[in-house]
Structures are given as C-alpha cells and as structure tokens.
C-alpha cells in the first residue's frame, strides 16, 4: 500500500468517525423538549455566544431590548447602571423598580420544557435589563428545565446566579451556570460544547390523542402526553365515556376517583393551571392553581386562561360532575358564526340575554364575566 491510498484510508475513518459523533449529539438534542434560548446582550458578547451556542442545538430564539436605548450604562463611572440596579435592590417585589423593556416576541412560555438563559454580569449582579424580563415571566417558567450562561469582563458570577434564582423560582436547574469572561471568550465554542452534555435537559413529551372534558354542559379538549397512563386511559375511553364526580380542594384542584387504576411513572412535578394529573394510580387531579408533587402527568387542557379555568372547573364547589371521553359532543366550536353581534351566547351555542358570571362568546370570542 502506498502512502497516497493510505492517507486516503486514514481519512476515511476520521470522517466516518466525526459523522458518528456528530450523530449522536445531533440525536441528544432532538431527543430533548423544546428549548428557547433567551438573552440580552448590551456589547454583543452575549449575542455572539447565543449564535455559538445555537449553532449546537435547536432551539428558538429571543432576545431582550430595553425600551430606551439611548442609554450608556456605562457612562459618568457607570452611573446610570449602577442606579438601575440599586433601585431594583432596594425594592426588589416592586415591578416600578425594573426598568422599561420592549414588548417581548414570546409572551407564552407553555411550549417550551428547556430555558437558557444567557446574560451579561453588570458589577457583580444580573444585567438590570434581563432582571426586568424574568420579574415579568419568571413565574411562566415554573416546572420547567433551566439553565443559565454568564458573560463578564472578570468578576465572579455567584451575584448573577443569585439574581437568578430569586426571579426563577419552582424549576429544574440544568446544571451549574457557564461562566464566559474576557479571557475566555474567543474559546466560547468548546466550552459551550463541554458544557452541553453535562446539563439535564427535560426529555421530549410526545402528545397524542386528545381527550374532552365535559363540565356543566360545557366541552373543552385537552392533548395527552404520550405514556403508559394516557395509552391505558384512552383504552379505557374508546369503551365509552367515564364521568366521575370531583371536588374542589386546597384551592388548587379539583380532583377525586375515577373508579378504576391506571399505570403510574409518578415524579416531582409543579403542577401547573390547566395540567390534568394522576394521582396515586386511581385519582384524577384538574389545576386551576400551582402544586409540587408527586404525580403522573396526564395532560393539559387547551386555551383557558387562569381565570377561565376557575370558571370552567367551578372552583370552590363540591360534587362536580366531570365526563371524559374521546368525542367533542358539545362545546365552542358549536357556536354558529351568524351570531347577532353584541349578543352574549354560552359555550353551547345557546343566546344568554342577561349574562351574569362565566365564560361567553360575544363577537366570536370568549369573554368572561
């Protein structure tokens, strides 16, 4: 063998090598939920570690602008940011302490599992711009996977990583926070690409069929996750509609027996508005609040706002008859398109002329009073 064929050879075996590599970090990432990256970056150093870090995964993208952008925060021996975040210091539960962003792209975090959070260290503390966005969507982030990336010219980051979890509360952290600094940052690539195996992104949940959910009348669909309990659930529900009477409790939920056992996978979860969970293998929980447990998720009912679910689920009452089934027999949809405008209806499609409280259709939309 020559030297010319067995160079040819040995890079053969490289690039098969890589591919495979590559294959199967591209195979981790799609495995993964769906993950947004969100960040601000005031000197681009931020930006230029979102477009490494998603050259290396999928994921979306949004990024952070302060509503007045002529300011130098920099300036008069950094003043102005120093201002910022003392006034965020001192009251930090005040949404008047924060300073103005514009209006975000996202306003709906439910379809994500995983969040970065990318950052710049403004002496010593969170950049009062990215403080602001996670003070108003922190709380969206409850029950979710995340994850925290840090810019800085040399300072330490434990007063970003602070900031951070005192505005994102009730979630998973991925792993420890990605320190970049000055002297690093050229080598931002690898090190993002060291960090990304060690986080623990929240695998995907796959949906399937959807269920309906049937209360005072009133239909509204909620989509399955893909597991061992909705499989046997919707088994169960091909036989013909289950309808179990539920009660309002911790003012949370409204949950009670569904008069037969489904398989379990329980874990920690932050149960969410609209979430619907088992419970112990027998019971059947419906949120219109928050609570961390042990539960088996089910899954979530579409389109309410909080509001509208305590609307929908009678919060507060008792012996509430609730149906499950696999067909849509009543419910918005129903409601006729050449409805008087200005009139009132109910979710059936029946008119209302003296709506008091509960959910309506008025002009094509749900309102509620």
């Known amino acids: 063998m020559n030297m010319k064929n067995f160079a040819l050879i040995l890079m053969s075996l ?4 890589c591919t495979k590599d590559d294959e199967v970090k591209a195979a981790t990432v799609q495995e993964a939920g769906k993950t947004l990256v969100v960040y601000y970056s005031y000197t681009n150093n931020c930006h230029e570690i979102v477009t490494s ?13 302060p509503a007045d952008k002529t300011q130098k925060y920099e300036a008069n021996g950094y003043a102005i940011g120093t201002a910022l975040l003392n006034a965020i210091k001192a009251a930090p539960n005040d949404a008047a302490s924060y300073p103005a962003i514009d209006p975000v792209s996202i306003t709906d975090l439910s379809q994500y599992q995983n969040i970065i959070i990318v950052t710049p260290l403004w002496w010593s503390q969170m950049a009062a711009i990215m403080q602001t966005y996670l003070f108003n969507y922190g709380a969206q982030m409850a029950g979710k996977h995340v994850a925290l990336i840090v810019s ?3 300072s330490g980051i434990s007063g970003v990583v602070a900031d951070a979890e005192r505005l994102v509360k009730n979630v998973t952290w991925m792993g420890d926070a990605l320190w970049i600094n000055a002297s690093n940052h050229g080598n931002r690539a690898s090190l993002i690409q060291n960090w990304l195996p060690t986080l623990n992104f929240a695998e995907k949940q796959t949906t399937m069929d959807k269920m309906y959910i049937t209360i005072g009348g009133v239909t509204q669909p909620a989509t399955l996750v893909d597991n061992a309990a909705t499989q046997a659930l919707v088994e169960r529900l091909k036989d013909g509609a289950v309808t179990v009477t539920l009660n309002s409790s911790g003012g949370f939920e409204i949950w009670g027996a569904l008069g037969f056992s489904l398989p379990t996978s329980n874990e920690q979860i932050n149960a969410q508005p609209g979430d619907v969970i088992l419970y112990n293998g027998s019971n059947i929980c419906i949120f219109y609040g928050t609570n961390s447990w042990s539960y088996t998720r089910l899954g979530k009912i579409d389109g309410l706002s909080e509001s509208e679910l305590r609307t929908y689920l009678k919060a507060g009452e008792s012996n509430i008859r609730v149906t499950l089934s696999l067909n849509n027999a009543t ?5 006729r398109s050449n409805a008087e405008s200005g009139a009132y209806y109910s979710l059936n499609g029946q008119r209302v002329e003296n709506p008091s409280k509960g959910i309506f259709i008025r002009n094509g939309k749900k309102v509620i009073l």
């Open 14 to 17: 490289l690039m098969v090598c």
């Open 53 to 65: 870090l998603t050259s290396q995964i999928q994921a979306d993208v949004m990024r952070i602008e």
């Open 152 to 154: 800085s010219a040399s």
């Open 331 to 335: 419910g918005i949809s129903n409601v």
